[in-house]
């Protein structure tokens, strides 16, 4: 029996889709993320990318600690 991977580096489109509603992957990746209990890493490029607005146009929160 194959293990899941414990890593997985996230790109732009599964992203999108994991907080966009009305995208057709959505529901794929929202079933995706409940269930996968690794790490999601990602890279500056892919966040920037992803940094669009909310559906009210606010903009997202960056949680991210200052660099030192």
């Known amino acids: 029996m194959e293990l899941p991977p414990r890593n997985i580096l996230a790109d732009t489109g599964p992203l999108f ?20 209990t690794g790490r999601l890493i ?7 990318e992803v940094a669009y ?6 903009a997202f929160t960056n949680h991210f600690p ?3």
């Open 42 to 48: 990602t890279t500056w490029p892919v966040l920037t």
């Open 17 to 36: 889709a994991l907080i966009h509603a009305g995208d057709a992957d959505h529901a794929r990746a929202v079933e995706f993320a409940r269930s996968f």
């Open 53 to 58: 607005r909310t559906r009210t146009r606010r």
């Open 66 to 68: 200052e660099r030192t």
